[in-house]
């Protein structure tokens, strides 16, 4: 049976079929971005640290109220009471005058003996640091510490019978080669991830 060819209803059919091809692929790439901004790029294997951010979730946490309720028991650090410790040990400091005038020495005359006895012990940190350095496990660490009012820093160093201090302005990693030296050390040396001390030759191991 022969059908009369309709050119114009082919071509019809044809835009249809396109149209509805890209209806298809359009709606497909719609929801892949929906489903990019909700759960982030990798999907549902995203970190929670890269989910992102709701529009409203700013004021969310406005709305949010921050903070404990009324009346509840803070988690801070709690006071120490005296009858607690262990010692109590009182440090006050004495001028030097008043130093001079209980021992019957004039304060020029004390401070000419105690320069006289640093130049005697000028050679002992010297041989303490050359004993901390060959002990075979060795500790350093190093805090904030302010000195009239001006920060700085407190340095130790200590194995299980020595400990060293250095005052320094900066916690610049010099501080510690200062006391540990340039060449190999023997033993382990234990410190925190502070990166001053990986400058020092020798093995360490962190705490």
């Known amino acids: 049976m022969n059908r009369s060819f309709c050119e114009q209803c082919l071509k019809k059919q044809q835009r249809i079929d396109q149209l509805t091809e890209e209806n298809a692929r359009l709606k497909r790439a719609l929801n892949y971005r929906q489903r990019r901004a909700n759960e982030g790029f990798f999907g549902c294997a995203t970190p929670s640290s890269k989910f992102p951010i709701k529009a409203n979730a700013a004021q969310e946490r406005e709305e949010k109220k921050r903070g404990a309720k009324p009346g509840h028991p803070g988690a801070g650090r709690k006071a120490f009471q005296e009858s ?94 200062a006391v540990l030296g340039q060449r190999r050390r023997p033993g382990v040396l234990v410190v925190d991830r502070y990166a001053g001390y990986n400058k020092t030759p020798g093995k360490i191991q962190y705490c």
């Open 84 to 177: 607690e410790a262990d010692r109590v040990v009182d440090v006050h400091g004495v001028p030097l005058g008043r130093i001079g005038e209980q021992i019957g020495i004039e304060p020029g005359s004390l401070v000419q003996l105690l320069h006289r006895v640093a130049h005697l012990l000028a050679d002992v940190p010297p041989k303490l640091v050359q004993r901390y350095r060959g002990s075979p496990v060795k500790h350093a660490d190093e805090t904030g510490w302010r000195t009239r009012g001006k920060n700085g820093y407190a340095w130790l160093f200590a194995t299980d019978k020595l400990s060293l201090f250095q005052f320094k302005k900066t916690r610049s990693g010099k501080g510690a080669q």
